[in-house]
């Protein structure tokens, strides 16, 4: 089993910089891939982007390439999303996913453990 937390959600304005981080309990984390999704009020949850096991390979959705940074620190088992250039349309809860495969995983299914969700708002 394992439990992931997402932290460092809040209010921002847009053109602002907000940096997650999803903290996982176990002791395999680098045999899992990870995403990052986010739904907004009234819509469906979306994928934002996801990362290899190892780090190497990285995935984004086009709505937020040249944005965000998908980003893994295995010695600590935590992934990172850096966003920058944030945009009212950003404004969702976001959710860190856990594979149990090592590549990068795309879609929602395919991922077993999911976080519990951070806020993120970006005003106008």
């Known amino acids: 089993q394992v439990h992931l937390v997402e932290s460092g959600g809040g209010l921002v304005q847009a053109g602002g910089s907000l940096r997650l981080s999803c903290a996982a309990s176990?002791?395999?984390?680098?045999?899992?891939?990870m995403g990052w999704f986010r739904q907004a009020t009234g819509k469906e949850r979306e994928f934002v982007s996801a990362i290899s096991g190892n780090g190497a390979i990285t995935y984004y959705a086009d709505s937020v390439k040249g944005r965000f940074t998908i980003s893994r620190d295995n010695a600590k088992n935590t992934v990172y999303l850096e966003m920058d250039s944030l945009k009212p349309e950003d404004t969702a809860v976001y959710y860190c996913?856990?594979?149990?495969?090592?590549?990068?995983?795309?879609?929602?299914?395919?991922?077993?453990?999911w976080g519990q969700g951070t806020q993120v708002t970006v005003s106008s």
């Open positions: 176990g002791r395999t984390f680098s045999a899992y891939g």
């Open positions: 996913a856990g594979g149990l495969a090592s590549r990068v995983i795309l879609t929602a299914f395919e991922y077993r453990y």
